[in-house]
């Protein structure tokens, strides 16, 4: 591998594995919060689900790095600038709408990129995301059926779910920017071309909110940024809780 | 009327036959009312403690010190909230809902135990938890699998394997600390220092003062008292304390040769008792977590009872 690649694929795993640890973070702090326990555990899934891949893809990237950082070096000893997820992923969970809103649009995206990422040339990334499919399928699931339910519920779901759907919304374009970095991966038959996924993604999100009968939003703003590690404000206050343990007690196993 | 009269006698020598032999009673036999009443508040106390329980231990997820502890303890709570889910169905087959459980949670009547109202103030709670309050409660489930109500005695053969895994994680966690830098040892040793008693005491109160024990006894519900189960959890947890080198608060433990058992000091009684009147640090705040998650929750449950009546309509009509 050329040190261009070596590069590249770095950032692309790091992007991966930063998508799912600040996801999975936020997913956690719904414990002992959800609507009843069925939920409590449904949600203890999911969240697991994203936790472990991102220990998997944080792995991997150290690996790729070459530099002898792990996956709790990478997660625990940056900080924002060096974050460099979607910011999709890091906003709070707000309500249970909320959480099941921005799952949707995540869902509906992971799948089927997933699914183009289990045939990679990288054949580790090939491996972590066949099982993702596996995992986003039961998501996909999950969320669709709650936004269904919410949507078609009553008058007051039915107001938060649209609420939700509009305030995370714009945060959706961001899934599909392919930079340079990962342009050049595609080119390598390492990565997946996001722009591809769009009209797919958009097709089953309409599907989705037929059926609860919702609107798709009508907002005209969008904001990126995670990638350039450009982030939300939320996210500093996340890592500050994430990371109080390696911060406090510098070096240490535990 | 005599005729009814003698048909209970019947069914009570039928029940006391059946526990005399060992078997097990199921939800459709006849049983006494008491014992029923026995059973509902047991199991739903041991299903509230499950689900109060995941919140000291959730309060560390998002501040777990490595990506594989965050893991794994997300791991233990959502299997809590698994226990308590078959506990409170196993509480349902008795007839009662789970509606009223939560109700009688929430409202004071209904107990979980006491253990969680003491706050986790490190990381290190969280292997102390795992080594001593689920190796406490393991001890009592064990025993529980041999309980006479089907139900609960199933439930508790799936429960203690989850458990033993759980007690192993926290037991790990701890001799990693022991293992570590001095803050770390230090951090175990306070958390030793704080858990203890409080574990002791999760036994429930001496055989003198346990006003239920005689008779679940009699009923074959527990298997052993609660100073037989203290005993055994010191005899236990001693040795794996002195393999950690760590020192458990109390100057009075000693190891009887002659006995073959530890001796230990006095429980502070007045402490159990105060903190289940309420006034432990964190009594409150449990149950207002819980009422508030309930709460919050009270729009969504609502939706999707309406979708699946609309769903259910159309299907109907179609």
């Known amino acids: 591998m050329d ?27 719904w414990t002992s919060k959800a609507p009843f326990l069925e939920e409590d555990i449904a949600l203890g899934n999911i969240g697991l689900d994203f936790v472990g891949r991102a220990r998997l893809l944080l792995t991997y990237a150290g690996e790729v790095e070459n530099l002898g950082r792990d996956e709790d070096q990478l997660a625990y000893l940056r900080d924002i600038r060096q974050y460099r997820n979607l ?76 609420d939700a759907l ?38 089953q999100i309409e599907r989705v909110l037929e059926e609860a009968t919702l609107a798709v939003p009508d907002v005209s703003w969008q904001v990126d940024g995670g990638r350039r590690g450009e982030h939300t404000e939320y996210l500093g206050h996340m890592l500050a809780e994430m990371q109080f343990m390696q911060r406090a007690y510098p070096g240490l196993q535990w | 009327m005599k005729t009814h009269n003698s048909s209970i006698e019947h069914l009570q020598a039928e029940f006391d036959a059946r526990i005399a032999e060992d078997a097990k009673i199921e939800p459709k036999d006849w049983m006494p009312a008491a ?30 010190p490595s990506l594989r502890r965050k893991a794994v303890l997300m791991a233990k709570v959502q299997d809590e909230a698994g226990h308590g889910l078959y506990l409170y169905s196993a509480a349902e087959t008795l007839g009662m809902s789970r509606d009223q459980m939560i109700a009688d949670l929430q409202s004071g009547k209904a107990k979980y135990s006491s253990i969680f109202n003491y706050p986790t103030l490190s990381w290190a709670d969280i292997g102390a938890i795992g080594w001593l309050v689920d190796g406490a409660a393991i001890m009592n489930q064990v025993m529980l699998c041999r309980c006479s109500y089907g139900p609960y005695s199933r439930g508790m053969v799936r429960i203690c394997k989850e458990e033993s895994f759980h007690q192993r994680q926290g037991f790990e966690i701890m001799l990693t600390l022991a293992q570590g830098s001095e803050e770390q040892k230090a951090m175990a040793q306070d958390a030793l220092n704080r858990w203890w008693w409080p574990s002791l005491m999760m036994f429930g109160p001496p055989d003198s003062e346990s006003a239920n024990t005689e008779q679940s006894m009699a009923w074959r519900i527990k298997r052993q008292t609660n100073d037989e189960l203290r005993q055994r959890f010191v005899d236990q947890t001693t040795p794996q304390a002195d393999y950690l080198g760590l020192t458990i608060p109390d100057p009075d433990l000693k190891w009887d040769a002659e006995a073959g058992h530890y001796q230990f000091g006095e429980v502070d009684w007045d402490e159990f008792w105060q903190v289940v009147k309420g006034n432990g640090i964190c009594n409150r705040d449990r149950i207002r977590q819980h009422v508030k998650a309930h709460e919050d929750g009270t729009w969504v449950r609502e939706a999707a009872q309406a979708h699946a009546e609309r769903k259910a309509a159309a299907a109907e009509a179609a």
């Open chain 1, 166 to 203: 509009s305030k995370v919304w714009g945060y959706g374009p961001e899934m599909f920017i392919t930079d340079e970095v990962e342009q050049r991966l595609v080119d390598a038959g390492i990565a997946v071309q996001r722009e591809e996924l769009r009209d797919g993604w958009q097709a």
């Open chain 1, 3 to 29: 040190a261009q690649t070596q590069q590249d694929l770095f950032e692309y795993t790091l992007r991966l594995g930063d998508d799912a640890l600040t996801l999975g973070h936020r997913i956690s702090e």
């Open chain 1, 87 to 162: 910011l999709i992923c890091e906003l709070p969970i707000g309500n249970f709408a909320d959480t099941m809103a921005r799952q949707l649009l995540v869902d509906a995206f992971e799948l089927p990129y997933f699914q183009a990422l289990s045939q990679s040339s990288d054949r580790t990334l090939a491996g972590i995301a066949g099982k993702a499919v596996k995992e986003a399928q039961y998501h996909l699931r999950h969320s669709s059926g709650w936004v269904v339910r919410l949507g078609d519920g009553t008058e007051e779901s039915h107001g938060k779910m649209a």
């Open chain 2, 35 to 64: 014992y029923r009443k026995t059973l509902i508040r047991q199991i739903s106390q041991h299903a509230h403690s499950e689900v109060i329980g995941m919140q000291p231990e959730g309060n560390w997820i998002t501040r777990a």
